[in-house]
T-cell receptor, first 115, second 111 residues
Framework: NAGVTQTPKFQVLKTGQSMTLQCAQD?????MSWYRQDPGMGLRLIHY???????DQGEVPNGYNVSRSTTEDFPLRLLSAAPSQTSVYFC??????????????FGSGTRLTVV | KQEVTQIPAALSVPEGENLVLNCSFT??????LQWFRQDPGKGLTSLLL?????REQTSGRLNASLDKSSGRSTLYIAASQPGDSATYLC??????????FGTGTRLLVSP
């Protein structure tokens, strides 16, 4: 059982380039989300999805795009990379069952540097 | 806007000490509060989750409490070990599984 898989683990981009960070989960979790982690600021929510075909913005969505065509995959696209997007990106999946029990699983992260 | 503060930012203790990590938040309208552990260069591992209707949760040497009325949660670690060294994050579920995180407490337990 792989859990949440993020690729790549490391990436260097030039300003203005675009790229897609991949996230896949094999737990059939309904919810998926992307966070970025910056020094001194904690993790902040970029975009989230409550199911296939449904996405919404989080706290810091500008410069990022997402889609959720399947339950398993939730890619994050950087449209035109900027140095301010240098960060560590985490994908998470979660569930909530009828008994109000929750479970969260995080990927190991993608460290992105924009030069 | 929900704001989450964790104190202290860093903590260094000798092995065997009992310790308390603090988390405070400004909006009590939460679904649950969760404590995570993050090791350097790694992802987050969930330690304890407290539902908004609960007061505390325990797992092994860890005990987390929640007081919504005062906007506070504490994580108690008993008999600390060097393997407990990590950054500890608290996070609030504000709906639709969206988490608002604190900035973390970096813990170092020395042998």
């Amino acid at each position: 059982n792989a859990g949440v898989t993020q690729t790549p683990k490391f990436q260097v981009l030039k300003t203005g380039q675009s790229m897609t960070l991949q996230c896949a989960q094999d737990m059939n979790h309904e919810y998926m989300s992307w966070y970025r982690q910056d020094p001194g600021m904690g993790l902040r929510l970029i975009h989230y999805s409550v199911g296939a075909g449904i996405t919404d913005q989080g706290e810091v969505p500008n410069g990022y795009n997402v889609s959720r065509s399947t339950t398993e995959d939730f890619p994050l696209r950087l449209l035109s990379a900027a140095p301010s997007q240098t960060s560590v990106y985490f994908c998470a999946s979660s569930y909530r069952d009828r008994g109000s029990s929750y479970g969260y699983t995080f990927g190991s992260g993608t460290r992105l540097t924009v030069v | 806007k929900q704001e989450v503060t964790q104190i202290p930012a860093a903590l260094s203790v000798p092995e065997g000490e009992n310790l308390v990590l603090n988390c405070s938040f400004t909006d009590s309208a939460i679904y649950n509060l969760q404590w995570f552990r993050q090791d350097p260069g790694k992802g987050l591992t969930s330690l304890l989750l407290i539902q908004s209707s609960q007061r505390e949760q325990t797992s092994g040497r860890l005990n987390a409490s929640l007081d919504k009325s005062s906007g506070r949660s504490t994580l108690y670690i008993a008999a600390s070990q060097p393997g407990d060294s990590a950054t500890y994050l608290c996070a609030l579920n504000t709906g639709f599984q969206k988490l608002v995180f604190g900035t973390g407490t970096r813990l170092l337990v020395s042998p």
